[in-house]
């Protein structure tokens, strides 16, 4: 399978407890971004990385929140203090994307299910 | 503002007709990309189909094809002869420019039922 996997699928915790997701890209594409999705809305966008550089990150984004990209490849995020509001689906997509493509493609992985009771 | 309207909530289809779900953005930039999702209950985001704001033509892609309307600045999915495996959440999003920072905006989405 050489689509967008993440990791885990599913993930219920408590308020307060820290939670850390794993998004594995497709291989060759250099963007990685993440989006939160709550019931009954499209995804909203959290945070875009070019390689290992975070070069934009939504005001939805809180403190609490924090995204790496290590060495380009995987990326994580971190939600810490989790509060009842974080639940959501949390996705992440990837893509080849360069300066002036038109035609830049995300696709998305089957994304992390969190529920924080 | 709104920047991807989509009217329908749900849609109903019989098995075997077409279907058009609606798509309305707003936008000042003139390179911008449109962008149709199918989102099953499994919950993954499965790319459809792209138009680009510069494309002559209406995109299409087997049984989709994209009604893009510019003046109007409308860009309907028209799904041909439905299948019970079409029955799924759909979703019309925009790319807004080519340089850096290319966040999809998405729509609020379309509830789309096959009918056998």
């Known amino acids: 399978d050489t689509g967008v996997s993440q990791n885990p699928r599913h993930k219920i915790t408590k308020r307060g407890q820290n939670v850390t997701f794993r998004c594995d890209p497709i291989s060759e594409h250099n963007r990685l971004y993440w989006y939160r999705q709550t019931l009954g809305q499209g995804p909203e966008f959290l945070t875009y990385f070019q390689n290992e550089a975070q070069l934009e990150k939504s005001r939805l984004l809180s403190d609490r929140f924090s995204a790496e990209r290590p060495k380009g490849s995987f990326s994580t995020l971190e939600i810490q203090r989790t509060e009842q509001g974080d639940s959501a689906m949390y996705l992440c997509a990837s893509s080849l994307g360069y300066f002036m493509r038109f035609q830049e493609t995300q696709y998305f992985g089957p994304g992390t299910r969190l529920l924080v009771l | 503002a709104q920047k991807i309207t989509q009217t329908q909530p749900g849609m109903f289809v019989q098995e075997k007709e077409a279907v058009t779900l609606d798509c309305t953005y707003d936008?000042?930039?003139?390179?911008?990309?449109l962008f149709w999702y199918k989102q099953p209950s499994s919950g993954e985001m499965i790319f459809l189909i792209y138009q680009g704001s510069y494309d002559q033509q209406n995109a299409t892609e087997g049984r989709y094809s994209l009604n893009f309307q510019k003046a109007r600045k409308s860009a309907n999915l028209v799904i041909s002869a439905s299948q019970l495996g079409d029955s799924a959440m759909y979703f019309c999003?925009?790319?807004?420019?080519?340089?850096?920072?290319?966040?999809?905006?998405f729509g609020a989405g379309t509830i789309l039922r096959v009918k056998s």
């Open positions: 999003a925009m790319r807004e420019g080519v340089g850096y920072g290319n966040k999809l905006v």
């Open positions: 936008t000042s930039d003139p390179s911008y990309g």
